[in-house]
């Protein structure tokens, strides 16, 4: 009997200090993967593992794509990621209240090309994308980011986005079927009228088949 007794406490006491640790102590999940195309990996919490279709990437996950690679998520709010070839993006935030509605979504794209459909939402919230010379601020957008040899260029579909050198502190804002260019140390240039056939390009690598 008090052998019984003191595994239950010892249940309880574990699922309370469980329950008590701060969010960034537990993986939370921020979305799945629904396409994949040639390997690719996923790098969090010491290890590294392939990827297959229906498997969860969780808040500090980094999505590695080699080259000839393509990777497609369908995150937690309903956005949808696609990662090019030759990308690493880490999901650094993603929260979502009861009913899915985003709270705060930040990534970071070290190399590499992405484009994100960021679902609408009817309340305040964050989407943002890191990079190592500025950041792009979002609302309900489909758009592409790319790192480019010091320098993130930003195309914008549908919606705006602001795009932040970390420099200089400075914005421009970017509007449907327009682009922008930020490189290291420097505000960004003005955005300008993007032609037809760069829209096709940056969306034949992201496409995911």
Known sequence: MKRRYALWLFFVLGVSILSALPETARAAPAGNVVAISGQCFVEGQGRRAALKVGDTVNVSDTVVVPAGG????????????????????????????????????????????LRAVVAPVSQPSVFEVSTAVGTAAVRSTDWFIE???????????????????????????????????????????QARVWAPNEFEAVIARTDVR
Not at 83 to 99: E, F, I, L, N, P
Not at 164 to 180: E, F
């Open 147 to 189: 790192i480019q040899q010091g320098a993130a260029q930003v195309g914008v579909l549908t919606g705006s986005v602001a795009l932040t050198s970390n420099a200089t502190n400075r914005s421009v804002v970017i509007p449907a079927r327009w682009g922008a260019r930020l490189e290291a140390g420097r505000d960004p240039v």
């Open 70 to 113: 393509k990777a497609r998520l369908q995150m937690s709010d309903g956005s949808v990621i696609s990662v090019a070839s030759g990308s690493r993006m880490t999901v650094a935030d993603y929260k979502v209240d009861a009913s899915g509605q985003r709270q705060s979504a930040a990534l970071s794209l070290t190399e590499g090309l």
